[in-house]
């Protein structure tokens, strides 16, 4: 387990251009990278950056290169108050980012709304992603939740610090299972407790827009998916990755229990054990 200073002094970052704009995009990398299958890419979600998928990624790592970016305007990627940080626009981000690192093929991994932007990609690429892990993802009308619509009002710009990461604690605290790692809240914290970061998470709340999920064709999605999905969220619930199961031709139901919204912080070792099962083909 690495503490968020460290994992972000692993980092690497690239430009991409999205819309016009030039982007400094951030991305954990780790693995062997002559791995003779596609790399893992994971995609986080809101208020979060790659550092959720600490504990995920180095299992997956012992045998797969992985990836993990910061969508822009999070963790370490731009946070410049002027481009669009909607999931319409990080689908383009991670499109750029895929093409940059050259990469045609790859198993996508993704959580909240990182879960919207992969569900996006893979519908308009069904020949780049291979294999699908979605958890506790928006999709359909799942989304925006009452604490991230909050966080976009205007009033949230102008709160000080400490109310700030009071709301943010609170999202950590209470969307987790039980007692949350310290390390962990922190670290989520970490990237929103500047001037800047603080009006970048309102800039990614107000980005926020349901018709970029209801618009998808969830049918054209052809990768092999898995649905790993804390059953306990009240976020995302359940009921939403039944709904995708119907709806993807190869998705499989994984439901971990005793999981809120944050499942791969609060079943870190079940979900990189059932994800690692998933990517080399094996029945769990």
Known sequence: MVDHETWSDEQSATTVSVDGHDLEIAYHEAGPADADEPPVVFVHGIPTWSYLWRDVVPPVAEDRRTIALDMAGYGNSAMDDGFDRSIRAQEGVLEALLDDLGLEKIALVAHDIGGGVALRFAAHNPGIVDQLVLSNAVCYDSWPVEFVSNLGLPATADIDRDELEGRLDAAFVEGAYGESDPEFVDGMKAPWLTDEGHLSLVRNAVATNTNHTTEIEYGAIDAETLLLWGEDDVMQPYSYAER????????????????????PEDRSEAYAERLREFLAGAEP
Do not use: F, T
Request: net charge negative; glycine share 0%; no cysteine.
């Open 244 to 263: 995708l199961a119907d709806d993807i031709d190869d998705a499989e139901l994984a439901p971990l229990s005793a999981a809120y919204h944050w499942v």
